[in-house]
């Protein structure tokens, strides 16, 4: 067994020493033990190499770049994993470049985490102001995983050369004197410590820059480990900020609620139909004629939903128009509801159908067409902001709940959108127009009524 | 308006910039202090220093010189008719703040933007006059990202590139539409125009420093942009074809999707809800897969719903695409190109640039793909090893529960 010491954990220049004279004599890597520091070879009767030869010995620079890293890891086997390496790449110098290799890929796992080590040092690093004048000097306290201050220096030295300071560490510290580079002992974090107005501020930046409607704490945490948490002053501004997240967020939500749309809201509907004019958001857009948008005042207090445009409303481009809207004309006229004074619009805006022929046959829309034309239903309602909102038909029942639910059972009775808005379900008028039976028409007509009757009178006790 | 202290200041100032996605600090030419009297770095890779609760990281001081403005856009804060509260920087206050927090190691430099007050020329003047103070006065050399005003004089933005190491202009919204609607005073013909001189510009400026190599630097890192997702009524297919055509035309570095989120004091005609943050995370996704992965836009587009337009919310756009066209699969790993290697789902760029090289020295089995990956259970359904060869991929129920964690989020999609 032949001992080896190095002067430093993080002596890559020893090591390679020491390696190149042992590799060219093809010493196995289990007859080598590796020691850091001032500690005698002889403790246990083992010999220290102390042979040196020079007989050159050629490796990779890939191999050099990978060992120079992965020797600043605190795996105390890290100098023997490196030398048993190079033994293996001098005989096989290609199953360095293989990153399937059990070997390579254990050294390369080392570089990893000292690459890593070394970014979040330089990022998780910070620096405190003290003394003034001549005597201003900057101190950090840092953690290191690995043995990477040392290694880390000249990066310090490159980004704050007109600067005086030092890194403590309780590995050791280095410290610049604005021309020089010194090592010095370990430290104690409390050394590190200071008064700096700048914390403050910087702490009030740290706060205001989050988004509190974006909570992802755990995104967080994966990119900044906790372990770090407590060398860095803005962290502790963290759970105040997590928990008065949601709070906030509400906070905001509420407001916009409550708010009126105000004198821009017609403006600010015409704007939507324009740009509803050209909504790809589903296929139908291709074979109808066009988008039939939402129509009536836009600080309506009801809005009525139906499912979507028929053949004539697709070609006059308005909703409503044709049989069916006939119906609810009348319907509404009995029911003493002014149509001029309801906002009026379907689930789907563009009108679906099977072509027979020349006739174009109306046919039920998808789910997914629903779901991709709630974006216009929803708009239509943020900027409207009924106080009741008329459901008719399962397809309408389903964009303005997401859900859906038997409209035989449902209809008559009131339900709480999310937003908090007050919706009634009935039938879809064009149901009234397939009733063969003139009674059996007769009977739904009334009922139909009665129910746009209803929800109207429930309106009285939301005011 | 009665004196506000610097934190408050910075407090109000930096909570109307945190809506803008951008921090990143990366592609600057590499530059350090040494040689000079100031102060600062930049390696090309940007060194994010914090991380908010929100997940994303700080790696700049990202503040508006002030929130005033003069435009109305109903998706900001900003935005005159809000009564949110207002304040304004003097340049040497920034210049300070940049300073002090820089020599803290708290960022890599400085990204400005300004609300537009009085006019376009005025508001850039102002923002020039920080970044030259910065870069002249104190020989600062970390990275500095200006936003420019999009109806600024030329010289104004030729200047602005000079100083910074990026330049950007938002686009806003993905739609024309959209645009229209939410920010009236802003158009799409301006903003594309002015990313047209600006492309231009750095062009020049690249083509000088190849003739002559003591030509000034034009904006080293590229001019980005950036979109609000869920305001307007564009598609993922419509915002993918989109950013498609921006790269494209203007040569930006970056596209950047902000989650469109509940402001306080919010214009009444916006969205009621939380940002879509699954919607914003796979439009980044889909930007990978065309900037890192080979898959052109028309491809990442045929991965959305035909239906609807959309990206699915429960799987990633490569997942999707490979069971929209698993005819491709499985893949063999010990023969396939790079090209299909990449299309893997589960796989990486690194996890397949290993599988290239491990391939050269030998046929790979499973175990070996296994020490490549973070994740063979994966990976499995899609490839050929040695010792391993799928069945035929079943239809996506089957497969479905084996590869995500949710499936019952499926129904949202069904159709």
Redesign the interface.
């Known amino acids: 067994m032949r001992v080896i010491c190095l002067d430093a954990e993080d002596d890559f220049e020893g090591w390679r020493r020491a390696a190149r004279s042992l590799a060219t004599r093809r010493v196995p890597a289990h007859e080598v033990l590796w020691r850091v520091g001032d500690q005698s070879g002889d403790l246990f009767g083992r010999t220290v190499d102390e042979a040196n030869s020079t007989a050159p010995i050629a490796v990779s620079r890939d191999f050099l770049a990978l060992s120079r890293l992965a020797i600043l890891h605190r795996d105390p086997e890290r100098f023997s994993l490196l030398y048993a390496l190079l033994l293996r790449i001098l005989d096989e110098p290609?199953?360095l470049?293989?990153?399937?290799?059990?070997q390579v890929?254990r050294v390369e796992a080392l570089h990893r985490s000292v690459r890593r080590d070394i970014?979040k040092m330089?990022?998780?690093?910070?620096?405190?102001?003290a003394g003034e004048g001549e005597m201003r000097r900057?101190v950090?306290w840092f953690e290191p995983e690995h043995h990477i201050v040392r290694a880390n220096g000249a990066?310090f030295?490159?980004?704050?050369?007109?600067?005086r300071w030092s890194i403590l560490s309780p590995k050791g510290s280095i410290h610049w004197s604005g021309s020089t580079l010194s090592e010095g002992p370990a430290a104690q974090r409390n050394e590190a410590m200071g008064d700096?107005p700048?914390?403050?501020?910087?702490k009030?930046?740290?706060?205001?820059?989050?988004?509190?409607?974006?909570?992802?704490?755990?995104?967080?945490l994966k990119?900044?480990p906790k372990k770090y948490w407590k060398n860095?002053p803005?962290?502790a501004l963290?759970p105040s900020?997590?928990a008065g997240?949601r709070e906030r967020?509400r906070?905001?939500?509420e407001?916009?609620?409550t708010?009126?749309?105000?004198k821009?809201?017609a403006e600010?509907i015409e704007?939507?139909r324009?740009?509803?004019?050209?909504?790809?958001?589903?296929?139908l857009w291709r074979p109808a004629t066009q988008t039939v948008f939402g129509e009536g005042p836009h600080d309506a207090k009801i809005m009525i939903v139906g499912e979507q445009p028929g053949d004539q409303e697709d070609r006059a481009g308005k909703v409503f128009v044709g049989p069916a809207g006939r119906v609810f004309d009348r319907a509404l006229l009995a029911a003493g509801i002014d149509r001029a004074g309801v906002y009026v619009t379907n689930a789907v805006k563009h009108f679906k159908f099977e072509l027979r022929g020349k006739r174009r046959i109306h046919a039920r829309p998808?789910?997914?067409?629903i779901?991709?034309c709630r974006?216009?239903v929803?708009?239509e309602r943020?900027?409207v902001?009924p106080k009741l909102v008329i459901a008719m038909g399962a397809t309408a029942v389903r964009a303005l709940t997401g859900r859906t639910m038997p409209v035989g059972s449902a209809r008559g009775k009131s339900l709480t959108l999310g937003?908090g808005t007050r919706a009634w379900i009935t039938v879809h008028p064009s149901y009234l127009l397939r009733l063969s039976s003139p009674a059996e028409a007769e009977g739904a007509f009334s009922q139909y009524v009665a129910d746009l009757r209803a929800a109207v009178a429930s309106m009285t006790d939301i005011d | 308006m009665p004196h506000l202290s610097l934190a408050e200041k910075l407090s109000i100032l930096a909570d109307a910039a945190k809506y803008d996605a951008s921090c990143a600090s990366s592609g600057a030419k590499q530059r350090n202090s040494r040689d000079g009297k100031g102060i600062g770095s930049t390696s090309g890779n940007g060194i994010c220093h914090a991380y908010a609760p929100d997940g994303r990281c700080i790696s700049l001081l990202k503040v508006l010189l002030t929130n005033s403005c003069t435009f109305d856009c109903h998706y900001c804060i900003n935005r005159s008719s809000s009564n949110v509260r207002r304040a304004r920087f003097t340049v040497d206050e920034i210049v300070d703040l940049t300073l002090d927090f820089y020599r803290r190691n708290y960022i890599e430099g400085l990204f400005l933007s300004s609300g537009i007050i009085n006019t376009p020329d005025y508001t850039m003047e102002q923002i020039v006059r920080v970044a030259k103070a910065l870069r002249e006065d104190h020989d600062f050399r970390g990275y500095i990202h200006l936003k420019t005003i999009p109806d600024a004089a030329a010289d104004l933005v030729t200047q602005a590139g000079r100083y910074a190491d990026r330049v950007s202009i938002n686009v806003e919204l993905p739609t024309t539409g959209g645009l229209r609607r939410l920010a009236p005073d802003k158009s799409e013909k301006r903003i594309e125009g002015a990313m047209a001189k600006m492309r231009s510009a750095i062009d020049e400026g690249r083509d000088a420093r190849k003739r002559y190599r003591s030509a000034p630097n034009f904006a080293p890192a590229g001019q980005s942009t950036q979109m609000i997702i869920g305001a307007d009524a564009a598609t993922d297919r419509e915002i993918v074809s989109r950013a498609a055509m921006l790269y494209d035309r203007f040569d930006l570095r970056r596209v950047y999707y902000s989650a469109f989120s509940p402001i306080p004091d919010a214009s009444a005609v916006l969205p009621l809800k939380r940002p879509p943050l699954m919607r914003e995370h796979r439009l980044y996704q889909s930007d990978w897969l065309i900037r890192f992965y080979q898959y052109s836009p028309q491809e990442v587009k045929a991965a959305a719903d035909p239906d609807t337009g959309m990206l699915p919310l429960h799987i990633d756009p490569k997942l999707a695409w490979a069971l929209r066209f698993r005819e491709n699969f499985p893949v063999d790993v010990n023969h396939a190109s790079r090209r299909m290697l990449l299309r893997i789902p589960g796989l990486g760029v690194k996890a397949v640039d290993s599988i290239l090289a491990a391939r050269r020295c030998h046929k790979l089995r499973l175990d070996d793909v296994a020490r490549l990956t973070t994740s063979l259970k994966k990976i499995l359904p899609f490839i050929i090893a040695v010792d391993w060869k799928p069945v035929a991929l079943g239809d996506r129920e089957n497969l479905l529960p084996h590869l995500v964690a949710k499936p019952n989020q499926l129904e949202l999609f069904a159709s």
Not at chain 1, 97 to 102: E, G, K, Q, V
Not at chain 1, 204 to 220: Q, S, V
């Open positions: 290609y199953s470049h293989n990153p399937a290799d059990r890929r970014h330089r990022a998780f690093l910070r620096f405190r102001e900057f950090a990066f030295v490159e980004r704050f050369t007109n600067m700096d700048v914390e403050a501020v910087w009030a930046y740290y706060a205001a820059i989050f988004n509190p409607a974006r909570l992802m704490p755990d995104a967080m990119e900044m860095m803005e962290t963290i900020m997590i997240a967020e906070g905001m939500l407001e916009t609620r708010a009126p749309v105000g821009h809201g600010t704007r939507l324009e740009e509803a004019r050209s909504c790809r958001r589903c296929p998808g789910a997914g067409e779901e991709a974006w216009w929803d708009q943020a900027i902001r937003d």
